[in-house]
């Protein structure tokens, strides 16, 4: 059984990319939880394939070190924006943060976002300055500027005495001075049990245990991890499930089982007290944000509202020629009912039946947000097709207001000037434009949400890769007006077949083919790019007629421009409002809403 006394509930909090995972890794393998020959992979908490793939944390985890006789457990949060409602709700279960900071980088937005959060709940923060090891590292800079934020963020005078702590999570050491080095991590740790408080509660009083993820196990079924806000949960206890925003919502359930974490494992235990970070199953409609409570007195406890989706898209039944070829889940209740139990695990996500039940609206709160849940079905064997995405717009006092995004671009100074360009064409305002850092400029921008659709693509290749782009929800704003649509037109096939290379020579004059000589195509899906700004039609599966008449050199093998491969991000962007994306397991293809070209064209002249 836990006590309060000796737990330590922390989370990691950061930009994405600022070092939290590896940072985690080390207080891991400090703290003895492996065993020196234990083959461990690299960013160890980052468990799914897409979190390994893309380098980012997309799942809260958890994970527990024991230090001097002390429980730490520890919560690894997402970097990246649009995950920002995996921070909010997991600040709810600890007692306070560690705010990561690059050393070089400094305060980006996302670190303004998960600080503010972390600060209007009163949590106590300690400070870690990463990567100070870099050549091109500014610690006391940085120090001042996190300082800086707190003040802008109206932080408390506890919260502006937060300790500091200098680190290289790389090497594994942290010290007290940017300096010093070479004695582990020690001083952070030194940190966490000096200025994080130990839980507060009253093992007295009515059980209280508040879920805040969801994890499922094809042995234990559901599994709800939570932390005991007050009494002890024991197993075999029966308790009541409440839900705060469900007032209809009560029953009674038996605990079958019940877990702590240690390390990366989970440990079976018989009861757990005030404090303690738990997973226990046998309950089968368990949902983020119940209570399990006593059964003779329920009383739910409050659960942080989470941000609103900004951004839509509709998922709809693949009905393009080459439908039910590639997928294993085709079906319209197939799809249905895997996007609705995405809700279980998901709480920044919407899904909305229409009127048509082949179509199913999904709001997120971005572009990654929603590919990644896209990603993970077509991994997951489904088939099915997507719409382009679009804004979510807000009548506020009588007019249509918009979301705007807060946009920070860290940019070599040569390719200020286009990023500059491109963003004010698509109604980007630039707020501030700062000294340059290592031959770096950093560009400050408001822009409508719907103006970077389609832009991240074309702004790594206006800075031929050396851009980095960091963006944050920025609030609501009167609607800003049209935005010019993308400057090239698809070239869109005529016929249906395979993709032959004299067919696709002939082609490849207008523009860049996103497919390969042998693809299977079909009449109105787009195979390729067309280097004006209008859609034309072309015919790729042509072949060259055959006579018996030879002449030198005209047989030889055509040249054909390799492929553009679009990856799932950059189909999104590049798709108009007329098309649609087909995902299967084994392709993404491109198409027209109405394939029949006839009946496009007199759809376009209404």
Known sequence: MSSGGNIRNVAIIAHVDHGKTTLVDQLLWQSGAFRENQAVSERVMDSGDLERERGITILAKNTSVQYKGTKINIVDTPGHADFGGEVERVLKMVDGVVLVVDAFEGPMPQTKFVLKNALDLELPVVVCLNKVDRPEARPNEVVDEVLELFMELDASEAQLDSPFVYASAKKGWAAKQPSDSGQGMTPLFDALLEYIPAPAGDPAASTQVLIYNIDYSSYLGRIGIGRVINGTVCVNDTVGVANVHDTGKFKTVKISKLFEFAGLEREEVRQAGVGAIIALSGIPEIKIGDTLCCPDAPAPLPFSKISEPTLTMNFMVNDSPLAGQEGKFITSRQVRERLYRELNTDMSLRVEDTESTEVFKISGR????????????????????????????????????????????????????????????????????????????????????????????????????????????????????????????????????????????????????????????????????????????????????LTNMRASGSDDNLRLVPAEVMSLEQCLEFIAEDELLEVTPVNLRIRKKILESTARARANKK
Request: glycine share 12%; net charge neutral.
């Open 366 to 545: 971005g572009e990654l947000h929603l590919s990644i849940l896209i990603e993970t079905m077509r991994r997951e064997g489904y088939e099915f097709q997507v719409s382009k995405p679009a804004v979510l717009y807000k009548d506020i006092g009588g007019s249509r207001h918009e979301p705007m995004e807060a946009v920070t671009i860290d940019v070599p100074e040569d390719f200020s000037g286009v990023v500059i360009q491109k963003l004010g064409s698509r109604k980007g305002e630039l707020m501030q434009m700062s000294n340059s850092k290592g031959g770096y400029a950093r560009l400050d921008f408001v822009i409508p949400a719907r103006g970077l659709i389609g832009y991240r693509s074309e702004f790594m290749t206006d800075t031929k890769g050396n851009g980095i782009m960091n963006t944050l929800f920025d609030g609501y704003a009167p609607y800003k007006g049209d935005i010019p649509e993308r400057p090239q037109g698809s070239l869109i096939s005529f016929e249906t077949g395979d993709a032959i290379p004299y067919g696709m020579y002939n082609a490849q004059e207008r523009g860049s083919l996103f497919v390969s000589p042998g693809a299977k195509v079909y009449a109105g899906m787009v195979v390729g790019r067309n280097a004006r700004s209008f859609d034309m039609e072309v015919n790729i599966c042509k072949q060259k007629k």
